[in-house]
């Protein structure tokens, strides 16, 4: 699959069959997930892994937005506490720039390797800190589900280059080498 | 409602709530109708009405397109009521 393939191809799966992810699979995907841009170089992302039933079952009831079969989850954990000290207040803005990025290669790695993925936001920071027995400076910022799958979605229409590129300024008149 | 099925619906009711007040307002129709979903899975146990299952399997298809048509997802409610509007009238 080339690179646009793999972009273009990727979806958020929400349904997964039984099958387990192996760690090495797992650790392929956090290896690319470090190699994201991070401000500073700080780095400050942590990965919580979790895929024991009786834990992924802890986790999906304080997150109403989590895919229900999904049998493994990785957790971006980042210590605002460290970023604060690190970077300063800068830093509050930048963190999910981070995670963002880290989050982006997590999800195509996945998907290169066979895997589909769901990122998850809905669900209680709080809860899911002492499920993970997070420290109390430590946030789990953004869930994603990872696992194997037996249907790829159909694509969601994107919007035309069009619709939302400019150059130079909002108000140029774009004329674009648009296909389609 | 045994134990486990107890503490799920429980703490998905509660952290949905708390969780829809930042959240998308689709968010919150979503939850609702996973909720029925929920609701129903445990019911499966004491022989409810099969007419809900039914719905049910509308729902689940409703759900996997909520965040990437919503005028189809909207729609698609719209009918999941009216069929469930004919089901209370003709009963």
């Known amino acids: 699959m080339t690179f646009d393939e793999l972009v273009a191809s990727r979806r958020s799966i929400r349904q997964y069959n039984s099958r387990r992810v192996g760690r090495e699979k797992i650790e392929a995907i956090v290896n690319a997930a470090i190699w994201a841009p991070t401000a500073g170089n700080l780095q400050l992302w942590h990965f919580v892994v979790v895929n024991e039933e009786k834990n992924l079952e802890k986790i999906k009831l304080f997150s109403p937005g989590m895919p229900k079969t999904a049998p493994c989850v990785i957790a971006i954990c980042v210590d605002l506490a460290e970023a604060k000290l690190r970077g300063g207040e800068f830093m509050k803005g930048i963190v999910p720039m981070d995670i963002a990025f880290a989050a982006q290669n997590i999800l195509l790695k996945a998907y290169q390797l066979g895997l589909g993925t769901c990122v998850v936001k809905s669900y209680n920071e709080k809860s899911i800190g002492r499920v993970l027995k997070l420290p109390d400076t430590v946030t789990a910022l953004m869930l994603i589900t990872v696992g194997y799958y037996d249907k790829l979605p159909k694509a969601p229409e994107r919007k035309k280059l069009s619709e939302i590129i400019h150059y130079e300024n909002w108000e140029s008149e774009v004329k674009l080498n648009e296909k389609g | ?91």
């Not at chain 2, 809900?52 to 909207?74: A, H, P, S, V, W």
Request: hydrophobic fraction near 35%; glycine fraction near 4%; proline fraction near 2%.
């Open chain 2, 1 to 91: 409602m045994k134990k486990d099925d107890q503490t799920r619906m429980f703490t998905y009711l509660i952290t949905s709530a708390r969780g829809c007040v930042e959240e998308p307002p689709l968010y919150g129709t979503l939850r609702l109708l996973d909720a029925y979903s929920m609701l129903l899975c445990m019911l499966k146990r004491e022989k409810a009405d099969e007419f809900y299952f039914q719905l049910n399997e509308r729902i689940e298809d409703l759900k996997n397109i909520c965040m990437d048509d919503e005028k189809q997802f909207i729609e698609g409610l719209d009918r999941v009521l009216e069929i469930l509007t004919d089901h209370i009238i003709n009963q």
